[in-house]
Nanobody, 123 residues
Framework: VQLQASGGGLVQAGGSLRLSCAAS????????MGWFRQAPGKEREFVAG????????DYAHSVKGRFTISRDNAKNTAYLQMNSLKPEDTAVYFC?????????????????WGQGTQVTVSS
């Protein structure tokens, strides 16, 4: 399974970006997906997770109300809509594919990692 993340870039504070994560290879849609991020000098942290059907989501407190995770199983793709971006959202964002049907909420739920896409928010 390969995960290809895209959609990162440079945006001003208050702006929006939409990240995509396309899965290829021997994939099935019956596992959770998620997004993590890692800022310079910091550990990787959970951002958002979604279960296999899209009916259950979870968010880090720092992004709740601003970010929305979704998925399109017909396209084997997960998305992260990021609104009201802040400079502290600057990080490399990684998509992840889970081991289970439940939503991803931590590193140990992850079976596959994408390569990461840079998000930079200027003040």
């Amino acid at each position: 399974v390969q995960l290809q993340a895209s959609g990162g870039g440079l945006v001003q504070a208050g702006g929006s970006l939409r990240l995509s994560c396309a899965a290829s290879g021997r994939t099935s849609s019956n596992v959770g997906m998620g997004w993590f991020r890692q800022a310079p000098g910091k550990e990787r942290e959970f951002v958002a997770g979604i279960n296999w059907s899209g009916s259950n989501t979870d968010y880090a407190h720092s992004v709740k109300g601003r970010f929305t995770i979704s998925r399109d199983n017909a396209k084997n793709t997960a998305y992260l809509q990021m609104n009201s971006l802040k400079p502290e959202d600057t990080a490399v964002y990684f998509c992840a594919r889970g081991k289970y049907s439940l939503r991803i909420v931590k590193d140990t739920d992850v079976n596959y990692w994408g390569q990461g896409t840079q998000v930079t928010v200027s003040s």
